[in-house]
């Protein structure tokens, strides 16, 4: 099965929570697909967040592309992410993390931000991996 992760649950793999963190780490041995988007935004993150060097965001974001396949956002995926926030009231970077998932073929995108369980385009579901794990 396809999963597609949103920036949240990557950046869980690189934290201190030991919980989130061994989470993240499952999913991303799933070879999973993430989206430029993600990239960019988890460099910003470090960075600003986390007061990371650009050498050692750089170190640790080649190690995860390894680890992923990465789907481009090109215009034609900004075009589709205002119709999907227009059906689905999702944000643009939200809407845009959809997209690259439905482009991508995923049937599952994890993100502790959205509403799990919620089905998009009748091919692609939400689903907060710590809600998951809480209750099994």
């Known amino acids: 099965m396809d999963i597609f992760l949103d920036t949240n649950i990557v950046l869980y793999a690189f934290g201190k929570d030991e ?4 989470i993240a780490l499952g999913l991303l041995a799933q070879y999973p697909t993430i989206s430029t988007q993600v ?8 960075r600003r967040k986390l007061f990371w ?4 965001v750089s170190e640790e974001l080649e190690i995860l592309l390894i680890l992923v396949q990465l789907k481009t956002v090109d215009v034609q995926h900004i ?8 059906r689905y009231g999702f944000s643009h970077f939200d809407s845009l993390m959809v997209v690259s998932a439905l482009d991508a073929g ?7 931000d959205m509403q ?3 089905m998009i385009e009748d091919r692609l579901q939400i689903f907060n991996p710590f809600l998951e794990a809480a209750t099994s």
Do not use: D, T
């Open 116 to 118: 799990h369980g919620q």
């Open 106 to 112: 995923c049937l599952r995108l994890y993100s502790e």
């Open 19 to 22: 919980f989130k963190r061994q």
């Open 53 to 56: 060097s650009p050498e050692k």
């Open 39 to 46: 990239i960019n935004e988890c460099s910003h993150v470090m």
């Open 79 to 86: 075009r589709s992410g205002w119709k999907i926030a227009a």
